[in-house]
């Protein structure tokens, strides 16, 4: 039996601040204007980014834009068009005070919260980087970045950001793998003129070649860091081998050649296109008569006219993965980067809630392993992402490669081996639903949990019943997922590849011949 207990009292904090260190493999992330990178930040980068935009709004001038937008798969400009009545509004269902309704062809969650004044509106479009290739990877963040930063063919920038700044509002954008879209936060007093102008930058954005120069050299600059920093290069590295001919391949941030190419004809064209409601899905979390919000989707955005889409999902198949790999990437630091991915299940099936606890457990047991009894890593976690095609991840940052892996392939081992004591799958289980509820104690986070549960798990009620999944999870349950997914690793390492011992990354167990309790405590020289 396994009677080690985790270290409750420290692993809330620790997986939530080495949880942000793993590129991409947290809960969907959300990025507003209010949290782009600063101004004068890669200053070459602005220079080159300027240049660029100003050579194609040349090419723009002489009318030689349109056919190679149409050759890099940027679709053509699709007027906004609106129905002339105001769609019907059908229930869907309702439960714990949660109301789902179809509004047109748009899908709306509304959930009353009168303990507190703040609203939470977020409207997300489907598809992420399914809805991207080699040639458009970029362009859907650059254009909702630009959308909400570049003020509106209504109100100029100028005016937008001070009415917003005036109530203390904010209206954002966010990117995801399996969906993007627009973000509100106002409160209860000042939320019809915030909406005003979210309505605006969904349907009206102003785009110009002014502001796309600015939101090009921020995320010209986000691609930049890529490649400094080693924590998101291993990632990146991880993400390549592990999605191959997949969506997940791509990102949102783009790569550079493409960032130099899009036009502000382009973005309109491209944010166009997003403007379907029968991919639309809103969440409103707050104080506010949900006939309130029923009459303003209805005013504008709900009447919106589809395109060609006709709101098929994209797809997003499972990874094609046969055995362990390895992308090693020399950088002249003293400590290596190591990330390794792996399948995991998606969280409408029968082993996510398993797979969670298993890797929570675990996370806490590579901390008390290699940190706290050997010294060899400040940096070491483990964690499940919230994907529709879904991978867990094991990362360390060591100085000695091989012998951290060894300890970490031990651990895993002997998860896989032994069954996990009651007592302590019940003191994980408590850590990880604490940490559930405090996610949850803003409005924001239960729209993100509630539209996670809709577009990723296939339903909103999810939401409301996953933490009864992962009270039911038995010793069994985590022993039969920690076998059946901890395995075939999708290894990025950043450092110094000639210290890897290959054989034993690829290899995805210990050759130590001992178990993680039996090597010395000291410190690592």
């Known amino acids: 039996m396994i009677h080690c207990a985790p270290d409750v009292r420290t692993s809330m904090m620790r997986r939530l601040a080495w949880g942000l260190v793993i590129l991409g493999m947290g809960s969907a992330g959300c990025a507003s204007s209010s949290s782009q990178v600063e101004e004068g930040e890669q200053a070459e980068a602005q220079k080159k980014a300027t240049t660029a935009a100003s050579s194609v709004q040349e090419e723009a001038e002489k009318g030689v834009t349109s056919d190679v937008s149409e050759e890099r798969g940027i679709p053509p400009l699709r007027e906004p068009t609106f129905a002339d009545e105001a769609p019907e509004v059908e229930r869907l269902a309702t439960q714990n005070g949660i109301r789902a309704y179809r509004v047109g062809e748009l899908k709306l969650i509304y959930k009353p919260t009168p303990a507190n004044s703040v609203i939470s509106t977020n409207l997300y479009i489907d598809g992420g980087l399914a809805n991207l290739s080699e040639k458009t990877a970029g362009i859907e ?36 793998w399996d969906y993007s879209g627009y973000q509100l936060r106002s409160t209860v007093q000042h939320f019809d003129e915030t909406w005003k102008l979210f309505e605006e930058a969904v349907l009206e954005p102003a785009m110009p070649e002014s502001e796309l120069a600015v939101q090009r050299r921020k995320q010209l600059a986000e691609r930049q860091r890529l490649s400094e920093s080693p924590n998101q290069l291993a990632g990146y590295l991880s993400r390549q081998l592990m999605a191959v001919d997949h969506p997940y391949r791509l990102m949102h941030m783009g790569t550079e050649s493409n960032l130099r190419a899009f036009s502000a004809s382009d973005l309109e064209a ?38 060609e889409r006709d709101g098929t999902r994209p797809e997003t198949p499972s990874f094609n993965i046969e055995e362990a790999d390895l992308e090693a990437r020399e950088k002249s630091i003293p400590t290596n980067y190591i990330l390794g991915r792996f399948a995991a299940p998606a969280p409408g099936e029968e082993d996510y809630p398993a797979m969670r606890l298993a890797l929570a457990y675990l996370s806490d047991r590579l901390f008390e392993e290699i940190r706290t009894k050997r010294n060899l890593s400040y940096a070491v976690s483990a964690g499940l992402s919230t994907r ?21 392939f031990d651990t895993i081992d002997r998860l896989k081996e ?35 549960a809709e577009l990723v798990w296939g339903d909103w009620r999810s939401h409301l019943t996953f933490l009864e999944r992962i ?33 034993l990354f690829l290899g995805g167990t210990s050759t130590s011949g001992s178990g993680a309790s039996s090597e010395s405590a000291s410190p690592s020289p």
């Open 388 to 408: 529709r095609t879904n991978a867990g991840y094991i990362y360390v940052s060591a100085k000695q490669p091989n012998r951290t892996m060894k300890v970490m």
């Open 471 to 503: 009270r039911s999870v038995t010793p069994e349950d985590v022993r039969r997922a920690a076998r059946t997914y901890l395995k075939d690793y999708q290894f990025g390492v950043v450092g110094q590849p000639d210290q890897l011992d290959r054989d």
């Open 141 to 176: 963040k650059l254009a909702l970045r630009t959308a909400v930063n570049g003020g509106t063919d209504a109100t100029s920038k100028e005016m937008f950001n001070a009415q917003l700044s005036s109530t203390g509002s904010s209206v954002g954008f966010f990117t995801n």
């Open 270 to 307: 491209y944010h166009s296109s997003l403007l379907d409601p029968e991919r639309m899905t809103m969440v409103v979390v707050g104080d506010v008569p949900v006939k309130d919000v029923l009459e303003k989707v209805q005013s504008r955005i709900a009447r919106l006219e589809g395109g």
């Open 418 to 452: 032994e069954m996990l004591d009651k007592k302590v799958l019940k003191r994980t289980r408590n850590v990880f639903v604490t940490e559930h509820y405090m996610d949850l104690e803003t409005n924001a986070g239960q729209a993100s949990s509630l539209a996670r």
